[in-house]
């Protein structure tokens, strides 16, 4: 069975940095896009970036762009999210996501993502 797991989480100050992995098992997503997204108390799941199955397309949330950067790692199957200069408004639980087709241009409609991680709490103090 397919799964996700996030890790990298945490509690940081303002304008620190953390670095979030998405690791797969079960199988191999390096033909799929994939992306991170988040959720803040009382509010909708949100796109922070996704990438395409390549590594060579990435999109992003324009609150994020500049700070945050997606990376992959085929070989490894793990997805990464290194965010820096992080804000109290950062804060949310940060889900990893696979698109379910293959070859995909690294599509930012979350509806497209079938697989899911468990999430991995961010917490960024002012």
């Known amino acids: 069975q397919a799964q996700l797991v996030e890790s990298g989480g945490g509690l940081v100050q303002a304008g620190d940095s953390l670095r979030l992995s998405c690791g797969a098992s079960?199988?191999?997503?390096?033909?799929?896009?994939m992306g991170w997204f988040r959720q803040a108390p009382g509010k909708e799941r949100e796109f922070v970036a996704t990438i395409d199955w390549s590594g060579g397309r990435t999109n992003y949330a324009d609150s994020v762009k500049g700070r945050f950067t997606i990376s992959r790692d085929n070989a490894k199957n793990t997805v990464y999210l290194q965010m820096n200069s992080l804000k109290p408004e950062d804060t949310a639980i940060y889900y990893c996501a696979a698109d379910h087709a293959q070859y995909g241009l690294g599509s930012t409609n979350i509806a497209r993502y079938d697989y899911w991680g468990q999430g991995t709490q961010v917490t960024v103090s002012s």
């Open positions: 079960g199988r191999s997503f390096s033909k799929n896009d």
